[in-house]
């Protein structure tokens, strides 16, 4: 079901980001990039092709919710990762799912499962 999406990844720790690129290639999903900033973000989303992605909240201190509005406007599933409570979000992505950090890849996997139901990988 995961073989083969178009992941982003947007975490500002470097071995974060690495170790969730490794668990992305282990559920056959296709990471897109790393972005280590929202600008970043922000210019991956809008040039290249995604199927999900999963964002870090904080990155260097900026909340990465602009990033969360531009995959919205794209119909592009993502989650959230952070060290946060989901209740920090804003009430418009409060039902957002959001694993914990740490999380496992199982965690990785069911999530990515979850919010890309019903999407292909070809979109």
Not at 61 to 79: K, N, W
Not at 89 to 106: E, F, G, M, N, W
């Amino acid at each position: 079901m995961l073989a083969g999406k178009r992941v982003l990844i947007v975490e500002d720790e470097p071995v974060i980001g690495f170790v969730l690129e490794d668990m992305l290639d282990a559920i056959g999903c296709k990471p897109v990039g790393i972005a280590t900033r929202v600008e970043q973000a922000l210019e991956i989303v809008a040039a290249r092709e995604i199927d999900a992605a999963i964002l870090d909240v904080n990155i260097h201190g900026q909340r990465s919710y602009s990033v969360a509005d531009a995959l919205v406007a794209q119909g592009v599933p993502f989650i959230f990762a952070t060290g946060y409570d989901g209740t920090e979000h804003p009430s418009r992505y409060r039902q957002v799912l959001t694993l914990a950090k740490p999380y496992s890849i199982d965690d990785v996997q069911r999530a990515l499962t979850t919010v890309t139901a019903g999407t292909d990988a070809g979109r």
